[in-house]
């Protein structure tokens, strides 16, 4: 860890740092039994030592006693209270959020209003440690570690992220300094990536940027294994070791370095901590890990097959901790759905269940439901029958359609891509001669006068109906719809032959099935 900062960290850093640490000490000093000798001796000597430091000794020597210093504050602070203790600064008088993270979501338990210098405080006191996020305005927020500490920060409006400082919490400032350094070595490696693949491997300037290649990671990696032995039980080391990406030697090819990440990537993640899914680091673990197989050339059930390729080893890996296993699943089957990949979200129906569905069987867990309705709904099977009153209020059953062809639609007016969509379906529906499908519009609204209103502005004459429950409507249960538009196109006996996303994709299956030109 020294020797690669003494390589990398200029000296003014190098003094900042100093001086920052000096200042915790001297906190410290301040309220032990001999304050005021204790503060006289060390503002006496903190200012030629540090100056002497800086400018004499070498980087690695000045790092060591970087490192001396910040054990000892850890080992000796005491804090008066735990929480966060913020500054933003030119947003005073303004309202600020405190919010929970777990996984993607992120929910407020908090808020307070900051004073005329923008300073607030929030208490956790009882909470469970994890990130949580200081959020203000449409777009400002921060994400922090918080691990039983108090935490003082600064930071701006328009620049959070790029402007904070951490005054006060060992743990966001290792946080801190670790995910700058990734993003930088990251974007050095993106830089350094094209040169290891192409250029000639017997080319002096070929070393040279290969040695570079793997002394960044290298450096990255002994980094995080100094902080690892420092701080063992920190959140934010925990945190960063699921972040570490697999050592890639420079030798390897472009497919050997991506087949050696597919099969090695979570080599190091401990998926038995689940105190970690009270982060993003299992969700933005998983979004990485699908990128690797993902590839924008391959058609739909290409994709599919790569998806499921990556979903088998992804579940495998976490399916030594019930708890993670059960998130990724939760997460990974909710993904795909928001896509339509239904190849995929049939094949983890198939093979993999919710490890608590067995356990607690009025839970009947969402999640296990959810899966199950995927398998009824998946294109070839027969779809599930509804009955849904119309605007009059008069059910209407859709297994008594009538109609060589079915679409049914499940839209609202509160959806952009469904109000925009119409027009052209009904320019499609009413071009029939002679007409071969019938529409079926089932609202996802819960508001009778939009919805209604909507109808008659449009002049929507299909099948429209709606039991005005929104999401928790049965029909969209039993449909397992989470979003709009959601369309399927069935045949005569009602048999599900495709599940178009888009208008595009819906002209080109009703184009396949010869229902347009």
């Known amino acids: 860890m020294f020797r690669y900062f003494a390589i990398s960290l200029p000296r003014y850093l190098a003094i900042s740092l100093l001086r920052y640490l000096a200042t915790s000490l001297l906190r410290y000093l301040a309220i032990s039994l001999f304050r005021y000798f204790a503060i006289s001796l060390f503002r006496y000597l903190a200012t030629p030592l540090l100056r002497y430091l800086a400018t004499s000794l070498p980087r690695y020597f000045v ?43 992120v929910t407020t338990i908090d808020s307070a209003i900051s004073d005329a210098d923008g300073h607030f405080k929030f208490s956790l006191a009882g909470r469970l440690p994890g990130m949580f996020r200081v959020k203000w305005a449409k777009e400002g927020f921060v994400d922090l570690v918080w691990n039983n500490e108090n935490v003082q920060f600064t930071t701006t409006s328009s620049i959070p992220e790029d402007s904070l400082i951490i005054q006060s919490s060992i743990e966001n400032q290792i946080n801190l300094s670790f995910s700058r350094l990734d993003r930088i070595n990251q974007s050095k490696l993106q830089l350094l990536m094209p040169v290891v693949d192409y250029y000639p491997v017997k080319d002096e300037f070929y070393n040279s940027v290969a040695t570079e290649f793997e002394n960044l990671q290298r450096g990255q990696q002994q980094y995080l294994d100094s902080l690892a032995k420092l701080y063992p039980n920190a959140y934010a080391v925990r945190v960063a070791k699921v972040y570490q990406p697999p050592f890639l030697p420079a030798l390897m090819n472009k497919d050997e370095r991506l087949n050696f990440l597919k099969q090695h990537y979570f080599d190091k993640v401990d998926f038995t901590d689940t105190a970690l899914l009270r982060s993003m680091v299992f969700a933005n673990k998983a979004i990485s890990y699908l990128s690797l197989y993902s590839n924008n050339r391959l058609a ?114 509160q959806c952009p891509h469904c109000v925009s969509m119409m027009p052209r379906l009904k320019e499609l529906y009413e071009k029939q001669n002679p007409r071969r499908f019938e529409v079926m519009a089932v609202s996802i609204d819960t508001s009778r006068t939009e ?40 045949d005569r006996e009602k048999k599900i032959l495709s599940k178009p996303i888009s208008l595009r994709e819906l002209e080109e299956s009703l184009r396949d099935n010869k229902l347009i030109k």
């Open 451 to 490: 919805w209604t209103g909507f109808l008659k502005e449009q002049k929507l004459n299909w099948i429209n109906v709606s039991d005005l429950k929104g999401f928790a409507g049965k029909s969209a249960d039993d449909f397992n719809i989470y979003a709009t538009p959601t369309i399927f196109l069935l």
């Open 300 to 413: 739909q059930k290409q994709l599919e097959a790569e998806f499921i390729k990556a979903v088998t080893i992804m579940l495998s890996a976490a399916s030594v901790n019930a708890e993670i296993f059960k998130f990724w699943l939760d997460y990974l089957v909710g993904g795909f759905d928001k896509y339509h990949l239904d190849e995929v979200i049939t094949y983890i129906a198939d093979n993999f269940q919710d490890p608590f569905a067995c356990e607690d069987q009025q839970r009947k867990t969402a999640l296990q439901k959810k899966l199950e309705t995927f398998k009824k709904i998946a294109v070839g099977k027969i779809s599930p029958d509804m009955e849904v009153p119309d605007a009059k209020g008069k059910p209407v059953k859709l297994s008594d359609i009538v109609s060589e062809y079915t679409l049914v639609v499940f839209w609202s007016t």
């Open 63 to 105: 790092l060591r006693f970087v490192a001396t210093i910040m054990f000892l504050i850890v080992s000796l602070t005491i804090t008066a209270q735990s929480g966060f203790d913020g500054t933003i600064l030119r947003y005073g008088g303004n309202k600020i959020f405190l919010m929970s993270i777990y996984g993607e979501k």
